[in-house]
Structures are given as structure tokens and as C-alpha cells.
């Protein structure tokens, strides 16, 4: 069982950064894949990036690819997304999510965190 809680969001203006951070509680957080998706007003969660139990592969949606960065911290149960140079169409709420290896799915899930890009 893990327990996830996300943090960092607010409102920035287009062309800004934000750094969000999710605390893992519960065991072996090492295992999981860690990920961030979003979900914007009227439109389906999409997802944002993912990276594997070491932080060597790090996976991203193709609005994000550049911009963003996943990465997380074993030693500190924490996964964090650094977001730069932020557009309007990134405003949404941002999830983090836990995946077990093969497990085809993410079983675990914070509560959201709101980012709001103005322009």
C-alpha cells in the first residue's frame, strides 16, 4: 500500500515555472513506477510522464517533451515534476500515480494538486 501527496502547485504566469512534489508513505517505494498525469476542466486525464525504479528511464508526453521534467528520489520516497516555460493550456490538475512493474496499471493515486498558467 502506498499513500501519495502532492504539493507545488499555484498559479504562474505563461512562460513560468513550477516544481511539483509527491510524498510516497507506505513500503517499498522503490518498486513502483512513479508517473504524473493531469486533468484539465471538461477533458479526460491525460498522462504528463512516468519514470522507473532507478530514474534512469523517464518517459513523457509529446505537449510536454522539454519543458518538463520527471525525476524522483528513492532515498526520500518523493517523485517530483519540474514544469518550465508554461503555457495557458497547461492549467489543470496535476496527479500523482504509483504503478507495480508489470502491473498494467496505476493502483495508487494522490489527491491532485491545482496549476493554473495565466496568460
Known amino acids: 500500500q502506498v499513500q501519495l501527496v502532492e504539493s507545488g502547485g499555484g498559479v504562474v504566469q505563461a512562460g513560468g515555472s513550477l516544481r511539483l512534489t509527491c510524498a510516497a508513505s507506505?513500503?517499498?517505494?522503490?518498486?513502483?513506477?512513479m508517473a504524473w498525469f493531469r486533468q484539465a476542466p471538461g477533458k479526460e486525464r491525460e498522462f504528463v510522464a512516468d519514470v522507473n525504479w532507478s530514474g534512469g528511464v523517464r518517459t513523457y508526453a509529446v505537449s510536454v517533451k522539454g519543458r518538463f521534467t520527471i525525476s524522483r528520489d528513492n532515498t526520500e520516497n518523493t517523485a517530483a515534476l519540474q514544469m518550465n516555460s508554461l503555457k495557458p493550456e497547461d492549467t489543470a490538475v496535476y496527479y500523482c500515480?504509483?504503478?507495480?512493474?508489470?502491473?498494467?496499471?496505476?493502483?495508487?493515486w494522490g489527491q491532485g494538486t491545482q496549476v493554473t498558467v495565466s496568460s
Open positions: 507506505g513500503r517499498s517505494f522503490s518498486n513502483y513506477i
Open positions: 500515480a504509483a504503478s507495480t512493474p508489470g502491473g498494467g496499471t496505476y493502483e495508487y
